[in-house]
């Protein structure tokens, strides 16, 4: 029998394992791990603390918007209120860390695990509920969540707020962004790879099935509801344990960050980077975090400025703007976000010097 071999203009697959690889060659398993060493080696020890602070936002708000997008991206179900869930994370964290004395180790995945059920509860209206209607449901949840995270003083202190301990792991206090950063860079890295896993799985399998039609999906013998109801779970845990992190990483914790602002973030963070896709949950989080840092130094320059003061405190309302014109320009001109524009260019390199 005549041995088959590779085209050049791309991969050809002879069982449905070769289907399921994480990575086609071991070029990209190699090119992986050199990454992760490269990550860990080298970006803690050159960057300022300004800087490490920066990648520890972008990795703390990857976790969460991989939830979001295993939600939107890979299920269909809209949600407006991922940041309210990254709220109850952030709480709960707080809450079993100071009242019941858990350590850092604990608390944060037991608080991922108590978002996902909070998902759940607001998950529950997926089914019977599509399209429009679920999304103005997310977010009546997201101003509930928000009244019982204010008004509900005796547990969350209300405005007050919570002072969390110092995050101690294996003896060692997590003190400054340098330690933090390997903590939540391992984390995401963790999650990344559940998250991969998952989609590879029955599971994975079940929730593309109900995105691209649900009745279908019914008729296959999929029962739509649980796996709604999982998607949910699922991607509430993601931002639980992501708002853990990020509480215990501020040590001060307050209502204010976890409105509809934030739940707005996180879906331009899926829609920029790339629905339905993994990697594009990370490059929407960059793009994002430093979106919103480069307003924030645009408007820092001008107040210094003093002769623009006024141009500066009417630039700080035009961030939701500069969000949805970044959304709608890349739902018009790549609508696969910039997942699909990485694809193209490292496809590009390994076709090369072929056109097609």
């Not at 963790?190 to 279908?216: E, S």
């Not at 331009?268 to 993994?278: E, F, K, W, Y």
Request: include cysteine; charged fraction near 10%.
């Amino acid at each position: 029998m005549r041995k088959l071999k590779f085209h050049p203009s791309g991969n050809f697959n002879e069982y449905y394992a070769q289907e399921l690889t994480i990575f086609e060659t071991d070029f990209g398993r190699v090119s992986l791990i050199v990454g992760l060493m490269a990550l860990f080696a080298i970006v803690p020890l050159v960057l300022s603390p300004y800087m490490l602070y920066i990648v520890n936002m972008i990795g703390i708000a990857s976790i969460a918007a991989i939830g979001l997008n295993i939600l939107i991206g890979y299920t269909g179900q809209i949600s407006l209120g991922h940041g309210a869930f990254f709220g109850v994370g952030a709480y709960a964290a707080a809450i079993l860390a100071t009242s019941l004395g858990m350590p850092f180790i604990v608390a944060v995945p037991a608080a991922g695990v108590i978002t996902a059920l909070v998902g759940m509860i607001f998950g529950i209206p997926s089914g019977r509920l599509k399209g429009l209607y679920l999304t103005i449901a997310t977010l009546a949840g997201q101003f509930i969540i928000e009244y019982v995270l204010v008004h509900w003083e005796s547990l969350t202190k209300g405005t007050m707020g919570i002072n969390l301990p110092a995050a101690t792991l294996f003896g060692l206090e997590l003190f400054s962004d340098r330690s933090f950063f390997f903590v939540i860079f391992i984390s995401l890295v963790i999650m990344v790879l559940m998250a991969v896993n998952l989609m590879r799985t029955k599971y994975g399998r079940a929730f593309i099935a109900i995105r691209d039609n649900d009745r279908a999906a019914e008729g296959m013998g999929i029962p739509i509801f649980r796996y709604k109801l999982l998607a949910f779970a699922i991607s509430s845990f993601y931002a639980g344990c992501a708002g853990g992190l990020w509480a215990f990483y501020m040590r001060s914790i307050t209502t204010e960050p976890f409105n509809l602002n934030l739940s707005i973030e996180y879906i331009a963070m899926v829609i920029i980077g790339g629905m339905g896709n993994i990697a594009g949950s990370i490059f929407g989080a960059v793009f994002i975090t430093f979106l919103n840092e480069g307003l924030r130094w645009g408007t820092d320059i001008l107040i210094n400025l003093g002769t623009f003061s006024s141009a500066a405190l009417t630039m700080a309302p035009l961030r939701e703007f500069v969000f949805g014109l970044a959304i709608v320009l890349f739902i018009l001109f790549e609508p696969r976000g910039l997942a699909e524009v990485w694809r193209i260019v490292r496809s590009s390199f390994r076709l090369w010097p072929f056109s097609y």
